[in-house]
């Protein structure tokens, strides 16, 4: 679906460039590459599926513009060209990905002088060229320019490439979108690799792995027996983190463990619970759907499902579910609101700011504000809980307590790719099977909320 939507973009892009403009996409690759060079040199305004290398290094821009004597690369892109640079925030920062990748091409230019400066665009799918200067900080906190994360990439990749036998896999969230995920996962089994420990990454797990290396090994570790002043052994691993990787290690290795509290939590008792979940294409940058489920009384067998969905990829049918949805919650002042992760409040600060007419930022700050709603995943399971499983997501821990998806591939990921087909088809057995997915996922919220409320406090957070 990406690739059929992400070429669909770029053919209408392309079809709205000038005349004037040079056509080299299809071509093969080295007569594609002289004849860029001849269009730089020529003086050339746009060339469009040129091809560009020098040394070791090889580009193919899907445009370059001319900029008084020189060029900058510019990449059509399906999705928008920039991220929230603070939480909330509509227009922001590069995406760390387009940066390296437009980066490239601003390096192959440069070194035969034909680049306009470490400046390129990213054309997104809001027709907005959005320029990435590649020699700013990459954020408030952080000194390094996107520049520097370039350049070390590229040089990872030649040391890489000198050496492939050198590079190991690591477990990571974005393992969930990529098709090789059950290859490198039996991988990292078989090596009880310490990236199978929750939250702990490749640099933790490469700054570890020279003292343990198997995941066993980190479970009968002392974390006291490491600390190094007011560190630890472990380059970037402080004391805290270290002791909770051991814990967790200790649940993950231990046959049978079960969740336990760090610390007492109180969840409010009350007579109306709300689950909340939406479902949001962040390539469209649309939200489609509003899920609630409500309980009554604590009694699962008084639940109710309600879906205020976007029957169309428009702002007007974006506008209208979201509204809906603001007056569901407005008619119910009384119920404890629930959701998982910051993901709703920072869609629904930007549909506010989308369709100010619907209500008040105001509404919606009070709307995820304590005690009027709660974060499980934020302020309840990051905090407070410990569990025998490989990450925290909702989906990993509702199923260790036993709840199945109706779907048979139920992700975030499916359910864009079901709602493009909606678009497309109209078909309603697609649209139901999204609510259908929405509602399991608003009851995997609840069962994961009852499953906290078993747990008990254990008094040593290095123990399982």
Same mark, same amino acid.
Not at 14 to 22: H, I, K, N, Q, R
Not at 252 to 261: D, I, R, V
């Given at each position: 679906m990406l690739w059929r939507r992400g070429a669909s973009h770029e053919t209408k892009v %392309?079809?709205?460039? *000038?005349?004037?403009? %040079?056509f080299l996409a299809g071509l093969p690759g080295e007569e594609r590459e002289r004849l860029t060079t001849e269009a730089m040199e020529g003086g050339a305004f746009l060339i469009h599926g040129g091809r560009i290398s020098s040394g070791d290094l090889l580009g193919d821009p899907d445009i370059l513009v001319r900029r008084g004597d $020189?060029? %900058?690369?510019? =990449? +059509?892109?399906? !999705?928008? !060209? /920039? #991220?929230? $640079?603070?939480?909330g925030e509509d227009e922001g920062r590069p995406k760390a990905s387009y940066a390296v990748q437009v980066s490239l091409y601003c390096d192959v230019l440069e070194r035969p002088?034909?680049?306009? !400066?470490?400046?390129? #665009?990213?054309? =997104?799918?809001?027709?907005?060229?959005?320029?990435? /200067?590649?020699? @700013?900080?990459r954020g408030p906190r952080t000194a390094s320019t996107w520049w520097d994360l370039y350049e070390r990439t590229r040089d990872a990749v030649r040391s890489i490439l000198a050496a492939p036998d050198s590079t190991l896999g690591a477990l990571a969230a974005s393992c969930g979108l990529c098709h090789w995920r059950s290859v490198c996962t039996a991988e990292l089994e078989a090596l009880d690799d310490l990236t199978l420990v929750p939250a702990l990454g490749r640099a933790a797990r490469d700054a570890i792995s020279p003292v343990v290396g198997r995941a066993v090994g980190l479970a009968s570790l002392d974390p006291e027996r490491c600390v190094k002043g007011r560190g630890t052994l472990f380059r970037g691993v402080g004391q805290d983190r270290l002791r909770t990787f051991v814990a967790r290690a200790k649940l993950?290795?231990? *046959?049978?463990? @079960?969740?336990?509290?760090k610390t007492p939590i109180e969840l409010p008792e009350v007579g109306h619970e709300i689950f909340f979940d939406i479902e949001a294409d962040p390539m469209r940058d649309c939200v489609y759907l509003h899920g609630f489920l409500h309980r009554y009384g604590g009694d699962s067998a008084s639940e109710?499902?309600?879906?205020?969905?976007?029957?169309?990829? @428009?702002? $007007?049918?974006e506008r209208?579910?979201?509204?809906?949805?603001?007056?569901?919650?407005?008619a119910h002042p009384e119920a404890t609101i629930y959701y998982y992760s910051k993901y709703e409040r920072t869609a629904y600060r930007k549909l506010q700011r989308r369709y100010p007419d619907v209500c008040p930022a105001g509404d919606v700050e009070a709307l995820f504000t304590s005690p009027r709603s709660i974060d499980l995943y934020c302020d309840v399971v990051t905090k407070a809980t410990e569990w025998p499983t490989r990450n925290h997501s909702i989906?990993?821990?509702a199923k260790f307590l036993r709840f199945a998806w109706r779907d048979t591939d139920p992700s975030g990921a499916?359910? +864009?790719?079901?709602? /493009?087909?909606? +678009?497309?088809? !109209? =078909?309603?057995? %697609?649209?139901?099977?999204? +609510?259908d997915y929405n509602e399991d996922d608003c009851v995997a919220t609840r069962v994961v909320l009852d499953g906290i409320r078993q747990l008990s406090v254990h008094s040593d957070v290095s123990r399982p």
């Open positions: %392309v079809a709205g460039l *000038p005349e004037t403009s %040079v $020189a060029h %900058v690369a510019a =990449d +059509i892109k399906s !999705g928008r !060209g /920039d #991220e929230g $640079a603070e939480e002088g034909r680049s306009a !400066g470490r400046i390129a #665009e990213i054309w =997104d799918v809001r027709g907005r060229r959005v320029e990435y /200067d590649l020699s @700013s900080q993950l290795t231990t *046959p049978g463990a @079960s969740g336990y509290l109710r499902f309600f879906a205020f969905t976007a029957e169309e990829a @428009s702002a $007007a049918a209208l579910a979201f509204a809906e949805a603001m007056a569901h919650v407005a989906k990993t821990l499916a359910s +864009i790719e079901w709602f /493009d087909r909606w +678009i497309e088809t !109209g =078909d309603r057995a %697609v649209l139901q099977r999204i +609510i």
